[in-house]
């Protein structure tokens, strides 16, 4: 793995989450990134708690100068779910952690977005966008913000799927949580001409943290990697299984390890009306080269970077090496 020497400068949009807390361990530890900012969203939990469980995942480890911004509460339209059944009732494993004394920024999520992106393009650093949670934030700094948003380097988010899906028999829980919002960045990327890559449930499952690598940060004294423990067993108990996946910390893990990640360049499309397939993600698999007159639509304007295949224990060591430190 080549570490820049510079770290990538990141923000990531989470919904913390078990597994957007094991994203923010990587991206507030790993030298080759350069964590600007984080924004909160309701998603995994509602979005006091994952307020909170954000404050909390960068104070233990000492990474309280990084700013936190409040966003959307809800989904542009749909009334909000969440996803405690799957993250704890607290959102984050149920540990029963102290509240943080840390506190969150002034700027709204939309605002602090459309600073830090301004003043990493200013450094001619443009930023990269990681949105692990339902895209609402970045929907609304998509249309309030616009001139910010164009002046993105890349946006990698945790969505969707090729072929494997969740929350419904058809979509994935982030973008089936605000589809609206999800087809908005899509746009929004197109228009602007940013990069954009899908990091969906066809590899969201690969990386993956065994009871052997559990044991082994239990025995390593810092923050890091007591937290890392503690959120990987909880799944493990949670889904009576000795192997869990690190989840959203994988797309984060990518911007690391490039070269374990297989994607083909695709045009996707957010299904919003579909009585039975409402929030998935339509990925166009056809040779365009043929004749596809039968088609009245097209290809969608958004060319996406779809994630198909990836090293899971590649990504998984990236993260174990980082949370674990120099005793790992």
């Excluded at 400068?9 to 919904?15: E, G, S, T």
């Excluded at 994203?23 to 990134?33: E, R, T, V």
């Excluded at 087809?183 to 228009?191: F, I, K």
Aim: hydrophobic share 45%; charged share 20%; proline share 7%.
């Amino acid at each position: 793995m080549i570490v820049p020497v510079q770290g990538i400068p990141v923000v990531l949009d989470v919904d913390t989450g078990v597994d957007d807390a094991c994203a923010l361990l990587l991206a507030a530890l790993h030298p080759g990134l350069d964590l600007r900012a984080v924004t909160c969203v309701g998603g995994n939990a509602p979005l006091v708690d994952v307020v909170r469980n954000t404050l909390t995942v960068l104070e233990m480890v000492g990474r309280t100068e990084v700013p936190v911004g409040i966003g959307a509460a809800r989904p542009l339209l749909e009334d909000p779910v969440d996803a405690r059944h799957v993250h704890g009732s607290d959102g984050m494993a149920d540990l029963g952690l102290p509240s943080p004394a840390m506190r969150p920024d002034e700027r709204i999520a939309v605002d602090l977005l459309r600073d830090t992106i301004e003043a990493s393009a200013d450094e001619g650093r443009p930023l990269t966008l990681v949105p692990l949670a339902p895209m609402t934030n970045i929907a609304l700094l998509a249309r309030l913000h616009p001139h910010a948003f164009r002046r993105l380097g890349r946006v990698v988010f945790m969505g969707g799927g090729a072929n494997v899906s969740n929350a419904t028999a058809a979509a994935e829980f982030n973008v089936f949580h605000d589809p609206e919002a999800a087809a908005v960045v899509l746009d929004a990327c197109a228009v602007h001409e940013v990069p954009v890559t899908m990091y969906g449930l066809d590899v969201f499952y690969e990386p993956k943290v065994t009871d052997a690598h559990v044991a082994r940060l239990r025995g390593i004294d810092t923050a890091a990697a007591q937290l890392a423990a503690a959120l990987i067993s909880f799944h493990h108990r949670r889904f009576a299984s000795d192997g869990a996946t690190i989840g959203d910390a994988g797309a984060v893990a990518t911007l690391l390890a490039p070269d374990a990640v297989r994607t083909e360049r695709r045009p996707v499309r957010v299904e919003l009306s579909g009585t039975w397939t409402r929030g998935r993600t339509i990925v166009d698999t056809r040779d365009w080269s043929g004749d596809m007159a039968h088609d009245p639509h097209g290809p969608a304007p958004a060319s996406v970077d779809v994630a198909l295949e990836v090293n899971g224990p590649w990504l998984a060591d990236v993260w174990l090496r980082t949370v674990g430190g120099e005793d790992w």
